[in-house]
């Protein structure tokens, strides 16, 4: 999350303290507030902590009427999304499932993919391009120059997004007493903070629109244990027994554009939760 968006969410979550607290807040930050208060509705009195304690996780303490707090943390999207419950490098699996599963940026470049990029990039440029770091340069440059050139770049990459996820959900599958230690260092909670069962989890959706909704992810009772993965899209998606997903790992990139600087996973927290 950048600055701006940093900015704008922690004003939100200052809002919906506030208003816990009885103050007076506008109508969007109001319906957030009734469903909190409707969800746990022994609410006492609401801190604001943000960044400080950041090991125990939450944006807002909830103090109950029964003395016992509760920490509560806020998501807050522009769209319809749920909001990134963590951000992972592109050998996650390599690195915490098992070795022999080959990081997304190895697949890429191994199935020709990255060859294919840098060859569509050099027959435009009309020279060879001399490093990672330039490749870069030329790509943030088309942003204003020659910003189709950036489809055509993610247009290359697309497809082996979609084939690393059915590559990698394959042989996931043959590892899930690894794979379910891994989903259990990312839930119940978001970021790198340590795990906290009592949790909630609020997500508004489509923030200061008129559809504005709020949900929550509530992790005292869930079934969090997976026992099949499979692919969607460019979506690897880690299944329960219901065959409820408890999170989806997206095949994406985090600079410039998909086939641009940083591959990486974004995470987010399964319909299994809510």
């Known amino acids: 999350m950048g600055k701006y968006e940093r900015d704008w969410a922690e004003s939100?979550?200052?809002?919906?303290?506030?208003?816990?607290n009885g103050d007076t807040v506008d109508s969007?930050?109001?319906?957030?507030v009734d469903a909190?208060?409707?969800?746990?509705?022994?609410?006492?009195?609401?801190?604001?902590?943000?960044?400080a304690n950041y090991s125990q996780g939450g944006d807002i303490i909830l103090e109950l009427l029964s003395g016992s707090k509760r920490h509560c943390e806020l998501k807050f999207s522009l769209e319809s999304?749920?909001?990134?419950?963590?951000?992972?490098?592109?050998?996650?699996?390599?690195k915490k499932v098992?070795?022999?599963?080959?990081?997304?940026?190895e697949y890429d470049r191994a199935c020709g993919y990255h060859a294919r990029r840098y060859t569509l990039v050099e027959e435009r440029i009309g020279r060879a391009i001399k490093s990672t770091s330039d490749y870069e340069s030329i790509l943030r440059g088309f942003r204003s120059t020659d910003p189709l050139m950036l489809d055509l770049v993610a247009d290359i990459t697309t497809p082996g997004q979609v084939a690393y996820a059915k590559y990698a959900a394959d042989l996931l599958n043959q590892s899930l007493s690894q794979v379910n230690h891994l989903v259990q260092t990312i839930l119940p909670i978001s970021g790198t903070r340590p795990s906290n069962e009592d949790m909630?989890?609020?997500?508004?959706?489509?923030?200061?629109?008129?559809s504005q909704t709020t949900e929550f992810y509530d992790f005292r009772d869930m079934d969090t244990q997976v026992v099949n993965i499979r692919s969607s899209g460019k979506s690897i998606l880690f299944c329960n027994q219901h065959d409820r997903t408890v999170l989806t790992f997206s095949v994406t990139w985090k600079n410039i554009c998909q086939g641009g600087a940083t591959p990486c996973f974004n995470v987010f927290f399964g319909n299994a939760l809510r």
């Open 12 to 20: 939100a979550e200052l809002a919906v303290c506030s208003g816990l």
């Open 28 to 32: 969007y930050t109001q319906q957030v």
């Open 36 to 51: 909190i208060q409707q969800f746990e509705p022994n609410i006492r009195r609401a801190q604001w902590k943000g960044r």
């Open 81 to 94: 999304g749920s909001g990134t419950a963590k951000n992972l490098g592109a050998r996650t699996f390599t």
């Open 98 to 105: 098992n070795e022999s599963i080959q990081g997304y940026k």
């Open 200 to 210: 909630l989890y609020c997500v508004t959706k489509n923030w200061m629109k008129s």
